[in-house]
């Protein structure tokens, strides 16, 4: 099954939409992932064009799990 274009931009901008709520609350990890997630949706959506638009917002999805995985719990 492949994801409609329409379909993947609504669900990215909601994972970012819910990342920045959730990092606004104080759950920085959880809103890091998601944030992470819906870069990616984004990025996959930009797929077909040059290079630099798919793998600039990928490299930073991926940096930005990696960061939100290596935070320390602040508790």
Known sequence: MQLNSRL???????????????????????????????TVGIALKSRDFRRIEFYLPLAIAVALFVLAIALPRGR
């Open 8 to 38: 993947l931009t609504l669900a990215s901008y909601g994972l970012v939409l819910t990342g920045v709520v959730l990092g606004v609350v104080g759950i920085v990890r959880g809103g890091s992932l998601f944030i992470a997630a819906g």
